[in-house]
Structure formats: C-alpha cells, structure tokens
C-alpha cells in the first residue's frame, strides 16, 4: 500500500516518540529531561538494569547503546508488536486519530495478509489441542509430572501449558483433517521431509508452552520432554513466518503489564 505525500509527517507531528515509547518503558526520571525531549529508560529489545536505552523528541529517533536497536515511531511499533510497516502506521494513526488513505487493492498483500492470518489460526488452534491432551486420558503420566513439580491448575490455566502425545500422527491428523497441513507444517508444527514424505508431528511426548508476541498471538512454541532419555530436553519451534526468536520474549506482555 502506498501513502500519500505527507501522510506520514504528519503522523510523527501528532505523535511524540515518547508518547509512542512510554506505552511501553518505564522513564528514569534522574536521568531524562522531558523540557529538552531527552529521555532514557532500559531498552524494551534487550535485558538490562541500567537505562541506555535514549529517545531524543526532538529528532523522533531512539537508540540504545547497549544492544544499538535504533529508528522512529514506526520502527519502534514494527519491533515491539512484531508487525509490518503498514500495520505499525496504521496502529499509530489510530492513536493520533487520524484515518488512514483509502486503499488500493493490492491483491499480493492480501494473500500475503490472509496467508499469515491462516498460520496464526493454526497455531491457536493448537493451543486447544495440546490442552485437550493434557486433560485427556492419554495426558495422565503428563498431569503426573505437572503435580510433582508443584504447578496448580491456576498456573497451567495461566501459562496454557498443553500436552503433546508421544505420537507420530497426533497432530498430523488433528490439521489433516481441518485441511490445514500446510498451514500447519508452515507455522512448524508438523514436519514434511525432504524426500516428499508424508508430514510428522515435530512435538511428541512433551509439555507444552504456548509463545505469544506482544499481540498476543501464539506465535511458537516451546516444548519439555517428560522421558529422561529424550535427545533434547527443551524444543522451540523453528523460524517460521510468524516467529523470529531473536525479536521475542517470553511473557513479553504480561510482564510489561505488571510493571505499568
């Protein structure tokens, strides 16, 4: 989608970048100067106990010294909401009220936007199943694990901690038959091998934890083997369309909401 001339000047005129950034920092208020647009906090992209992380108002830009994740309102959006362009300048013109140009329809986008759609669709889709399995009958030796480990139901309700059975096929079937195999091995759910084979669950035997980015879209997953023996101990899903491990952080919203 293009814009028009100026749209986008006069989006960064309605909003501060620290109105924009405040949402989700907490200032240092020894170190930042609101009367001269200089503000600091820790960076929201990086762990750290010191704030080196500046916005300078007056220029509309910010930059952290420590991880050096740097750019304006729009990059800041993209990043923490894990969006595209558009949908970041769509979210900020939302906040500043003003309304967005008329679009021209661009049928790659909308393939691209509905493709992406169907992927997070799956995805919650496997937030329920691995929840059914947990509660299930064949979920028994993993609600076992989860009770000598001291969680209450009011934490895997919280976390939607799943199950996934120590099957092949589970899941395979469960998309097979919604018609979303591809969905499915796209968002790294299944696993189609080289050869043209047919797909595989890549989660099997373990304890489930739903990843969400800031939106709160699941977006990955990372999974806990309960037999001792297993080759890997924790497996994350892949990099996928939707999941890029180094912008993610686990709990990222919640947390961030227990700080405001």
Known sequence: MSLPP???????????LSDVV???VLWDKRKSNAAKGDFWAPCPFHQEKTPSFHVDDRKGFYYCFGCQAKGDAITFVKEVENVSFIEAVEILARDAGIPMPERRHDPEAAERKDWLTRLAEVMEQAVRLYGLALRSAAGQGAR???????????????????????ARHHQ?????DKGVLD???AAGLLIRPDDGGAPYDRFRG????????????????????????????????????????????????PAREATL
């Open 183 to 185: 969905e499915a091995v």
């Open 6 to 16: 100026g749209f986008l000047d006069e989006l960064r005129n309605r909003l501060s």
């Open 206 to 253: 373990r304890l489930m934890f739903p990843i969400r980015d800031p939106r709160g879209r699941c977006i990955a997953f990372g999974g806990r083997a309960l037999e001792a023996g297993a080759k890997a101990k924790y497996l994350n899903s892949p990099e996928t369309e939707l999941f890029h491990k180094g912008r993610i952080l686990f709990n990222h919203a």
């Open 22 to 24: 405040g949402r989700k």
């Open 144 to 166: 076992d694990y989860v009770a000598r480990r001291g969680l209450t139901e009011a934490a895997l309700k919280r976390f939607e901690i799943g199950y996934a059975p120590d």
């Open 172 to 176: 395979t079937e469960f998309f097979k």
